[in-house]
C-alpha cells in the first residue's frame, strides 16, 4: 500500500527538535472550533477546548473568603457585593490561555483609582488591573490593564462605563526549584483586541506602594477576583491550558 502521507522523510532534522523539515511523520495540530469575540452588547463564545469557569449560570465554580462566593448573580453576570471580600476559582491552574469579560459602573463615581477598582489575580498573586480609566487619569501602573505596581499597558484601550470589555491573557507562571526562582513569570495582555503587554516579565509578586521579590509557590493557583468596594461585573471567563505542541 502506497504512503500517501504529505510530506518528506528525505530532509535534514530541524536544530533543537526530533522531527525532520516537512516530515511527513510529525503529529497534526489538535483541532479546536473557534469561539467568538465579545462585543459591547454581547458576550463572547468559547474555544471547544475551553474550560469555562463563569458562564453567567451560576456560581459553583467561585468561593469567597468564608466559603460560597456571596457576589450578586443576574442577568448573565456577576457584580462585586461591596465588603464581601475577593472571590477566586475552586480550581487551579498555572501557564494559560484566559478570556474574561467585566464591565465598568454606567453611573460614574469617583476618581483615579476610586473608580471603578477591581483586579484579576492570576494565580491569586499577580493582578492585573481593572479600573475606570475612560477619561480618568491615574498613577500609570495602576491603570487599566497595568501589571500593577510594576508596568503600565502600552495604550489605553477603554471603552465607556458601562459597556462590556474583555482581557485576553496569555499566562506563563514562574517556575520554582529547590525552593529558588528558575523561570520569572511572563505575561502577554489584550484588552477590546488591543495589545496592552507583550511577554512582559514580572519582578515578583504585584504590591501596592512597595516591592516584593518572588516567594516559592506551587505551579498551579486560582484566579482571583478583587472586591475593592466598586461595583464592577464580569461575565463569561473560561481559560485553556496552554501545552506544548509535541506533548
Avoid at 9 to 36: E, F, L, M, S, Y
Avoid at 49 to 58: M, Y
Avoid at 93 to 101: A, K, P, R, V
Avoid at 177 to 204: S, Y
Amino acid at each position: 500500500m502506497a504512503d500517501d502521507k504529505p510530506g518528506y522523510d528525505d530532509t535534514p532534522i530541524i536544530p533543537g527538535q526530533t522531527w525532520k523539515v516537512h516530515d511527513k511523520n510529525r503529529p497534526q495540530a489538535r483541532i479546536v472550533t473557534p469561539g467568538t469575540a465579545c462585543t459591547p452588547e454581547k458576550p463572547g463564545s468559547a474555544p471547544s477546548d475551553a474550560i469555562v469557569l463563569f458562564d453567567g449560570k451560576d456560581l459553583t465554580n467561585w468561593r469567597g473568603r468564608d466559603g460560597a462566593a456571596k457576589w450578586k448573580l443576574e442577568n448573565g453576570y456577576m457584580e462585586v457585593v461591596p465588603s464581601t471580600g475577593d472571590i477566586q476559582t475552586v480550581q487551579e491552574f498555572g501557564d494559560c490561555q484566559l478570556h474574561l469579560e467585566w464591565a465598568e459602573p454606567a453611573v460614574v463615581k469617583g476618581e483615579s483609582q476610586g473608580r471603578g477598582n477591581s483586579g484579576v489575580f492570576l494565580m491569586g498573586t499577580y493582578e492585573i488591573q481593572v479600573l475606570d480609566c475612560y477619561q480618568n487619569p491615574t498613577y500609570a501602573d495602576g491603570s487599566t490593564g497595568g501589571i500593577y505596581g510594576q508596568w503600565p499597558p502600552l495604550v489605553n484601550a477603554c471603552r465607556k462605563p458601562g459597556e462590556w470589555q474583555a482581557y485576553d491573557i496569555i499566562w506563563l507562571a514562574p517556575r520554582f526549584e529547590n525552593g529558588k526562582l528558575i523561570r520569572p513569570a511572563h505575561v502577554t495582555v489584550l484588552q477590546n483586541g488591543v495589545l496592552l503587554h507583550h511577554h512582559k516579565m514580572l519582578i515578583g509578586p504585584t504590591c501596592h506602594r512597595t516591592v516584593e521579590p518572588y516567594k516559592p509557590h506551587p505551579p498551579v493557583g486560582p484566579l482571583k477576583l478583587q472586591d475593592h468596594g466598586d461595583l464592577v461585573r464580569f461575565r463569561y471567563i473560561w481559560y485553556r491550558p496552554l501545552r506544548d505542541y509535541d506533548e
